[in-house]
């Protein structure tokens, strides 16, 4: 079973700026792509950005320019910079992992909450 561990949510005033971290561990698989989803409430699930292994990167056109989302494979991390935050960028972040243990399967974190307010 495969964990992923998020922190780094918080609040902060529009225009400043955030990093969260994911962590995976549980024992051995290979990573497909890791990436971040967030729920605003009252809202669907949406992509934010996404990093598969040995791919390119890819964002929602509301976060271009503003997010940036990296990785670290020696320790199955994931990353999102966020910076130039705005009051619309609230919600629920959620680390997602696909990641290949025979078959392939995909795991999510609990969630940070990031909330932007001055």
């Known amino acids: ?3 992923l561990v998020e922190s780094g949510g918080g609040l ?3 225009g400043g700026s955030l ?3 994911c962590v ?3 024992g051995r698989f290979s990573i497909n792509a890791m990436a971040w989803y967030r729920q605003a409430p009252g809202r669907q699930r949406e992509l934010v950005a996404v990093f598969p292994t040995g791919g390119s990167t890819n ?3 509301s976060v271009k320019g503003r997010f940036t989302i ?3 494979n020696a320790k199955n ?3 999102l910079q966020m910076n130039s ?3 619309e960028d609230t919600a629920v972040y959620y680390c997602n992992a696909v990641v290949t243990i025979g078959a392939t399967y995909r795991y999510w974190g609990q969630g940070t909450q990031v909330t932007v307010s001055s």
């Open 85 to 87: 935050l705005k009051p």
């Open 70 to 72: 990296s990785r670290d």
């Open 19 to 21: 990093r969260l971290s």
């Open 59 to 61: 964002y929602a056109d």
């Open 1 to 3: 079973q495969v964990q």
């Open 12 to 14: 902060v005033q529009p």
């Open 77 to 79: 991390a994931v990353y």
């Open 24 to 26: 995976a561990s549980g």
